[in-house]
């Protein structure tokens, strides 16, 4: 266990549905990140989250949309969801604990049908 | 803007030989970390070494080190004695120094083992 938890592990919903993602961080960890990994890529960077603000912006579509909140758990909300939008999303957090990296969560594999 | 390239899409070696991962990556700071992420076909993301740009010395984890060249902006990656199980995609990262900044990562070079 990595200590940070994502949930669902598998997710299978048809084109245009809309699908929430959680992320919990490590104890302690501030920051959260949200990665889209489609299969046999590598990691696209969705988004970032600090202490309940955004703090930096990637590839993400405006379709898809992220929250952090008061726990620092984090949401990552994706609607109208298409075939490409099937891909494994990775939560990650790094904090004062580990200064040199991040932690992965086991990922939330997405499959639109 | 940081920037990191792994040029080898993917590498095969035999089992129990030595095979090295190369990875560049462009940056104007001084100090920063870099990083070696192993996914393996569960998909799990595994740190397998980091080194800190100002130490000289080279990292190194049991069978896995690095070559730490900072004036190059190279960080490579040897896996010594590979084993079946070191097949995976292995991606190279960079951070700024502060802990709240996200990683730049490579595309990643898919490992194959041959037994």
């Known amino acids: 266990d990595s200590g940070v938890t994502q949930t669902p592990k598998h997710l299978i919903t048809a084109t245009g549905q809309r699908v929430t993602l959680r992320c919990s961080p490590r104890s302690g960890d501030l920051s959260v990140y949200w990665y889209q990994q489609s299969l046999d890529q590598g990691l696209q960077f969705l988004i970032q989250?600090?202490?309940?603000?955004?703090?930096a912006k990637g590839n993400i579509l405006e379709r898809f949309s992220a929250q952090q909140f008061p726990d620092l758990h984090s949401e990552l909300n994706l609607s109208s969801l298409e075939l490409g939008d099937s891909a494994l999303y990775f939560c990650?957090?790094?904090?004062?604990?580990?200064?040199?990296?991040?932690?992965f969560g086991s990922g939330t594999r997405l499959t639109v049908v | 803007a940081q920037t990191v390239t792994q040029s080898q899409p993917e590498m095969s070696v035999q089992e129990a030989e030595t095979v090295t991962l190369s990875c560049t990556y462009d940056?104007?700071?001084?100090?920063?970390?870099l990083f070696w992420y192993k996914q393996p076909p569960s998909r799990q993301m595994i740190l397998v070494i980091r080194?800190?740009?100002?130490k000289q010395q080279n990292a190194t984890e049991n069978r896995f080190s690095v070559n730490f060249q900072k004036a190059a902006k190279s960080f490579s990656l040897k896996i010594s004695d590979s084993q079946l199980g070191d097949a995976a995609m292995y991606f190279c990262a960079y951070r700024r120094i502060n802990s709240n900044y996200q990683l730049i990562w490579g595309a990643g070079t898919k490992l194959i083992i041959k037994p």
């Open positions: 990650a957090s790094s904090g004062p604990g580990q200064p040199y990296g991040y932690t």
């Open positions: 940056t104007s700071e001084s100090d920063y970390y």
């Open positions: 989250y600090y202490n309940g603000e955004e703090r």
């Open positions: 080194q800190e740009a100002y």
